[in-house]
């Protein structure tokens, strides 16, 4: 896949050099040693397979060999670690965008990290990133797409779904990598502009699969339902309680569902 990528890229940085890797523990885990190694901002690391697939919170990822788009984006942003966890934000508008042009599909965006297609999981994104006091080193940025899979194990079935189950459709995952990543560098250059959301956030809001209804907040500290109002231009996402009062829900250790389900 790595020469056909390269062949069709139409980009100034994301993906100047790609890395690809018949089979990995995790594109993330690869992307950091080679991060570390010196790596320059752009670095794309793919795999056809990954056997040790990262979510977050120590979840897995099911990465099944040729059916997805495993893949990671080495970042160096001049930006505070307070940001950092925005970039998950900008990157799931990159892959809403891409997967459009290509597809030609609406998917949407459960806050922060996942998009989704009639209801079900097609990506996921992972963050991680290495820095010293305020300053980030760099930030790999772990993309995963399911592309052909014609089912899903047990239990991802009633949550997860791939762009084949949902179009009936068969797409290049070359195409797909080559659309994000020409994505990823107009939405990161609007976010770099302001080094917050404030650019973004309508497109995001707009794109946001509970807009506006009840969704169940599952932190650290508990559970609590609300009302999803979109996000800040920080990237909390606002929850309004029940009574009246809003809160705002920081990423991290958070994840939200629909009361009724997944989304
Ligand atoms: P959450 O949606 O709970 O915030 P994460 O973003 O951490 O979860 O993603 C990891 C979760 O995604 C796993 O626990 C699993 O339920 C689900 N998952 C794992 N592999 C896939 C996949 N290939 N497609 C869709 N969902 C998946």
Redesign the pocket.
Known sequence: MDKKIREILNTKWAGCEVVYLDETDSTNVQARKLAEEGAPHGTLVVADRQHG?K???G?????PAGE?IWMSLILRPEISTLSASMLTLVLALAVEKGLRVVAGVDSQI?WP??LILNGR??C?I?TEMSSSQMDIQYVVAGI?I?VSQRE?PEE?KT??SSLYMETGELFERERVVAAVMEAVEQFYDIFMATGDMSGLIERYNGRLVNMNQEVCVLAPSGEFRGISRGITSTGSLIVTMEDGTEREVISGEV?VRGVYGYV
């Open positions: 697939g979510g977050r919170l979840r897995s990822w099911e990465s997805g459960k990290n996942d999981k097609i996921g992972l995963g399911n899903f991802l949550i997860a994840s």
